[in-house]
């Protein structure tokens, strides 16, 4: 017998918390300029300052730090915090840079793939703020800059994957009970079909399974962004739909072992002087799920959902320090985590 | 066919070469194409290379087709075979200067191939005087069926004139 009650969950509940993170991007080239791959010095360093001019003049430049790319250690930090993997091109002497408004959580990444993107990022399901956010700052430099359209391909782009639009949405759901019973890849499947990217975030730390997925529009092209950020919506709606009813599966057919995994996190999170990465999130999973079935009510759900993308081995490494030791790393991560537990 | 070079193995590559603007085809086999300079072998994977090599893939049944190696963009001066090469566009002039083989890739790898959405303000102006040429086109064939020629002249008139307004532009 159980002795607890286990919560019934609600959808208003899932749907704010299913949904950890919302990211908007707008592509963008100046017509006048080679893009990034075909510029040389001469021409990078010319669009580099016409697009810094444009900037300027939209007085965009007093909410946003320019950060150059020799400060290297800074921007693997500021991608991370951003959760953006950046192409860098073979030719880094190039004229590069990043504009940054780390309280806003936008960036604009001058001739890295494009010549400029447009990057705004969010915790929780934040989407529409997240595009209202790039739409203005992209009005703004269009008044300054005569970007590369064309009539019938819109905005043009150096990949044809981004041609269009040249938006992309994503949204990084938190999907255990889906991953826990086995249906992930079927939904990965479908979604696939569909025309969507649907992929674990973590697959490129080499944690083969973890519980958190990112949901992309694969089509850039005839389609609007308005209803890239509405289809993504709805299918937002059905995921965790699908999510309710897996929870309520697995807690009906699996719960002395759900119990089990969940409070073992729970202590394991709690207690440990030194953890690994792939043991972090693991354990974050199980006990955010443990939240939602009323397990504890002493853990910060929200700060769990931030610290996800801030306990990274690059994240935790500080430019200041020339080295650090693994030991150090694991101990500030443990550190940081045990902060979700409330009135410790 | 047999390969152009050493007449011996079948051929199995069709190059299109554009030299001043004059077009030449050529039928080589596997290994004469392999000691060609404009080709390059290597393709380590990147999804961009992957779609530039998709049509490629499409197409090489029973032909393998490399599309215009030597065709430059003549604002980047980015051949089709180096776009292969690294999966990336050099301009926007490569849009009109690969437009046949793009329209195919996009058709492939996007939902349509025109663009629905954002249009920067000062192109709003030229995409409704094309949208606007576009519905005279119509009424104008319209007036031609029905053999209404007065009017049919007026309708061309007004196509011209917003034709040579965004000529001037």
Redesign the interface.
């Known amino acids: 017998m159980n002795d607890y009650k286990i919560r019934k969950i609600s959808k208003e509940y899932l749907t704010d918390n299913l949904i950890i993170f919302s990211q908007a991007k707008y592509i963008r080239n100046i017509d006048e300029f080679p893009f990034v791959i075909a510029l040389n010095e001469k021409n990078a360093k010319e669009s580099f300052s016409k697009i810094y001019k444009g900037i300027y003049e939209s007085e965009l430049i007093n909410d946003f730090e320019l950060v150059a790319i020799r400060e290297k250690k800074k921007i693997d930090r500021c991608l991370d915090v951003f959760m953006e993997k950046t192409y860098v091109a073979n030719n880094v002497n190039i004229a590069r840079g990043i504009y940054i408004n780390e309280q806003k959580r936008v960036a604009i990444f001058v001739n890295f793939k494009d010549h400029i993107k447009i990057m705004s990022s969010a915790l929780g399901n934040k989407l529409d703020e997240c595009y209202s956010i790039i739409d203005k700052i992209d009005d703004k430099i269009s008044e300054q800059i005569k970007y590369a359209y064309d009539g019938k391909y819109g905005f043009l782009t150096s990949s044809l994957m981004d041609v269009g639009t040249g938006f992309r949405s994503n949204l990084v759901f938190h999907l255990p009970a889906l991953s826990i019973i086995g249906y992930i890849d079927k939904l990965r499947d479908a979604l696939i079909q569909i025309g969507y990217n649907f992929e674990n975030i973590l697959k490129e730390n080499d944690i083969s399974e973890s519980h958190y997925y990112m949901l992309s529009n694969k089509f850039t092209l005839g389609v609007s962004e308005k209803e890239i950020v509405e289809l993504l919506k709805d299918l937002s709606r059905e995921i965790i739909s699908k999510e309710v009813a897996a929870r309520e599966t697995l807690i009906n057919s699996r719960i002395r072992v759900l119990e089990n995994d969940i409070k073992r996190a729970y202590g394991l999170l709690k207690h440990a002087t030194l953890i690994k990465y792939e043991e972090a999130i693991k354990y974050i999973s199980l006990i955010k799920l443990g939240i939602s079935y009323g397990f504890f009510n002493d853990v910060d759900e929200n700060y769990l959902d931030k610290v996800v993308f801030e306990i990274s081995d690059n994240y935790l490494l500080e430019p200041e320090k020339k080295v650090i030791s693994k030991n150090d790393i694991e101990y500030t991560r443990s550190k940081k985590i045990k902060k979700c537990f409330i009135g410790d | 066919m047999k390969c152009e070079k050493c007449k011996i193995n079948e051929a199995t590559i069709h190059f299109n070469k554009v030299i001043n603007d004059e077009k030449y085809d050529l039928f080589y086999c596997e290994s004469c194409a392999k000691l060609l300079d404009e080709v390059d072998y290597d393709t380590p994977f990147s999804?961009?290379k992957m779609?530039?090599s998709l049509m490629e893939s499409i197409n090489s049944s029973p032909l393998k087709v490399n599309y215009i190696v030597m065709t430059k963009c003549s604002?980047?001066?980015?051949t089709y075979a180096k776009y292969k090469e690294?999966?990336?566009?050099?301009?926007?002039n490569c849009?009109k200067t690969f437009d046949e083989k793009?329209q195919k890739?996009?058709s492939t790898?996007?939902?349509?191939?025109?663009?629905?959405?954002?249009?920067?303000?000062?192109?709003s102006q030229?995409?409704d005087i094309?949208k606007e040429i576009d519905l005279l086109k119509k009424e104008l064939r319209k007036a031609i069926n029905i053999e209404a020629f007065e009017e049919a002249v007026k309708i061309r008139d007004s196509i011209r004139a917003l034709e040579d307004g965004k000529r001037h532009e």
């Open positions: 999804k961009d779609i530039s604002k980047c001066g980015i690294i999966g990336l566009v050099g301009c926007s849009y793009f890739i996009i790898i996007q939902k349509e191939n025109f663009h629905l959405g954002k249009t920067p303000s000062e192109f030229q995409v094309n």
